[in-house]
């Protein structure tokens, strides 16, 4: 089965809107992926979310089923969701995926977000139909896609997925928020590397997070997140087809990210991965079709 995935989102903790950032953008976190019958899956609900949202009702194409998989409910990953238009129209129904944080759960999290303390329209006063579905398995199904999830080296419980079209055909997986690198204690078995690897082995597409340079990691080390050589690294050893580096740091302009995708390919060639590996940086509005 054939799939467009699209970025609405790229940014990490906080949006960076302006002409610096126009390029790759300045959203936070928000993937789509959109399968040929009509399918819909939502990575993440940054504020990238938002023009998604505006586009499907712009599309007048019946009512909108969504499926919205948060890798965890840090703000930059869910701040979108009060602005997403689907909400606000009956007849759309609208399902959220995520995993409790402690002893919270999803519902709780994204509640309190909307309470009237923070926001005008609590949760309960949305027209679309919600619900909140808890993922405490590590395989589920989402209409054509079988989901395969991964706990990640991040604060809180952060999820990985990776999607594969049920009656078979290129996979792809999503990798925000993770650090690749020593540094943080986070719960996670001590083969962690070997079975991520794993995990991704021979993926068509993976995203996954790069936001530092090497330089920049050694003052942010345990604050969850990897450097492009990391990036690089980890899609060599699983033999991934296509890497897509995300979660931008804030303070990267165009022109910065231009040095830091140049020194990604130059760190490519010299792995060897130069002729079998593709890298690129994620720019809101690219699509990728598998």
Same mark, same amino acid.
């Given at each position: 089965m054939?799939?467009?995935v699209i970025f609405w989102g790229t940014r990490g903790s906080i949006p960076t809107?302006? *002409? $610096?950032?126009a390029r790759y953008g300045g959203n936070t976190p928000c993937v789509a992926v959109e399968g040929a019958g009509g399918q819909l899956v939502v990575l993440d609900a940054g504020t990238g979310i938002r023009a998604l949202g505006l586009e499907l009702v712009a599309r007048q194409n019946g009512a909108a089923r969504v499926e919205i998989l948060l890798s965890h409910a840090h703000w930059d990953h869910i701040q979108g969701l009060p602005h997403f238009k689907p909400f606000f129209s009956a007849g759309n129904? =609208? @399902? +959220?995926?995520?995993? @409790? &944080?402690?002893?919270?759960?999803?519902?709780?999290?994204? @509640? &309190?977000q909307m309470d009237p303390a923070v926001f005008p329209v609590p949760l309960d006063?949305?027209? *679309? &139909?919600?619900t909140v579905q808890q993922v405490d398995t590590d395989e589920f199904s989402i209409g054509e896609f079988r989901v395969r999830t991964m706990r990640l080296r991040h604060p809180g419980t952060t999820l990985g997925f990776r999607l594969t079209p049920a009656t078979g055909g290129p996979s792809m997986a999503y =990798?925000?928020?993770?650090?690749?690198? *020593?540094?943080?204690?986070?719960e996670v078995p001590k083969n962690w590397r070997r079975e991520f690897v794993t995990f991704l082995k021979s993926v068509d597409?993976? +995203?996954?997070? $790069?936001?530092?340079?090497? $330089?920049?990691?050694?003052q942010h080390r345990g604050w969850g997140h990897s450097t492009y050589e990391e990036a690089v690294t980890l899609a060599h050893d699983a033999g991934v087809k296509k890497l897509v580096l995300f979660h931008h740091e804030p303070e990267h302009d165009d022109k910065e990210m231009d040095g830091l995708l140049a020194a990604a390919h130059k760190f490519a060639k010299a792995r060897g991965s130069g002729g079998r590996l593709e =890298? =690129? $940086?994620?720019?809101e509005g690219m699509k990728v079709t598998l």
């Open positions: 054939p799939y467009t809107p302006g *002409a $610096a950032t129904t =609208v @399902r +959220i995926w995520g995993s @409790r &944080q402690g002893t919270t759960s999803l519902e709780a999290i994204l @509640r &309190q006063a949305l027209s *679309a &139909q919600l =990798v925000t928020d993770n650090e690749l690198g *020593a540094g943080g204690e986070y597409l993976l +995203i996954h997070d $790069a936001m530092y340079t090497p $330089a920049e990691l050694e =890298v =690129v $940086a994620a720019q």
